[in-house]
């Protein structure tokens, strides 16, 4: 009799069945089957193709699109109950062969949302995501409380990296959920939120987060919101007894001319000088400050970008003069470098 076949899942290539994305595939397929989901045909590719199993195991990075039909809520509860290895049938072996997952409009919604946050909170250091994307995934308020819940303090430390743009359900109520957990988290480094549909509202939570002495964040998004002035300048409130964050972006937040904006944007200028302030690149792209929000921050910084900022971003409807005085678009100082260059040159040629 021939010797009985040895399960691939199983017998993995380096002897650790949750380091082989063959586990994985099993047992998502199972959990798959179980729920009588039909599994994600592209994420089974993923899974199998040799070329693709090996790029995985070099990057730790999964990637799932709308290409070959969306993932939806159930699709992901599978996808994250295999990670694990806890269903029904299951090689109980937890998948560390992924620390980055990116999901791109594939309908997560906020059931899989909540699902993901029992991986990120039940995983523990075994799994170690560090990289979470939801890219345009229709989470909500619900789901962005589960997120929060699972990175509040005595929760998962791993998560350094958290993107969740072009989330429009997400609205002010759903920041405010988020920031709940996250305003007690000290691991996560970035936070993604363009295009999430953030009103005035929004503006305290996200103050609150950055007010916690702990926190880690040295990176905010949150273009393409309407933050507008008041939401700005509760942000600058958390700013005040920051001094951790080194970049934060503003852009697109309907930031104008009235008084409530522009003295938004002298709270912002006058957080920037503050002694212990980290902010370092600044960006106001498309928030029509005017002449008068334009002049109100010179006049703060004396006529002068502080020094520490190597890159502060503002509309080009600015008069020129104005444009030319804040501007600072190249942080690693290119234009000095190029004079330092022309310099060069002209020693070289008197000699």
């Not at 295999?82 to 059931?111: E, H, P, T, Y």
């Not at 359900?169 to 480094?189: D, I, K, P, W």
């Not at 503003?250 to 522009?262: I, M, R, S, W, Y």
Request: glycine fraction near 10%; include cysteine.
């Amino acid at each position: 009799m021939p010797p009985k076949k040895k399960d691939k899942a199983v017998d993995a290539d380096d002897g650790d069945p949750g380091m082989h994305p063959a586990t994985l595939l099993s047992n998502y397929t199972k959990f798959c089957k179980l729920i009588c989901v039909a599994p994600n045909p592209k994420l089974v590719e993923m899974l199998s193709n040799d070329d693709k199993v090996e790029e995985l195991k070099k990057n730790k990075q999964l990637i799932l699109d709308d290409e070959k039909g969306q993932l939806g809520p159930a699709g992901t509860r599978a996808l994250c109950t295999a990670i694990m290895g806890s269903g029904q049938g299951m090689v109980n072996a937890q998948c560390r062969v992924v620390k980055i997952l990116r999901f791109w409009r594939v309908n997560v919604n906020n059931d899989g949302a909540a699902c993901i946050a029992e991986l990120l909170r039940l995983g523990g250091a075994e799994i170690a995501i560090t990289f979470l994307e939801l890219l345009d995934n229709n989470v909500g308020a619900a789901g962005a409380r589960c997120l929060g819940q699972a990175l509040m303090y005595g929760q998962n430390r791993s998560l350094v990296t958290l993107k969740l743009d072009y989330n429009y359900t997400l609205g002010s109520e759903g920041v405010a959920a988020l920031c709940q957990g996250l305003r007690t988290n000290s691991s996560l480094r970035q936070l993604h939120l363009p295009y999430c549909n953030i009103g005035p509202e929004g503006g305290a939570p996200l103050g609150e987060m950055l007010s916690y002495r702990l926190t880690a964040l040295v990176l905010l998004n949150l273009q393409g919101n309407q933050l507008c002035g008041r939401g700005m300048s509760d942000i600058c409130d958390g700013l005040a007894s920051n001094a951790v964050l080194t970049s934060l972006s503003l852009a697109d937040n309907g930031v104008g001319q009235c008084d409530e904006d522009l003295d938004a944007v002298k709270k912002l200028g006058l957080v920037v000088v503050q002694p212990g302030n980290a902010l370092t690149a600044i960006d106001l792209l498309y928030n029509r400050i005017g002449e008068k929000g334009g002049r109100a921050l010179l006049d703060i910084w004396k006529g002068k970008t502080p020094n520490k900022v190597k890159q502060l971003l503002v509309d080009s409807t600015l008069p020129q003069q104005l444009f030319d005085h804040l501007c600072r678009i190249d942080a690693a100082g290119g234009k000095k470098k190029k004079g330092n260059k022309g310099a060069k040159k002209k020693k070289k040629k008197k000699t």
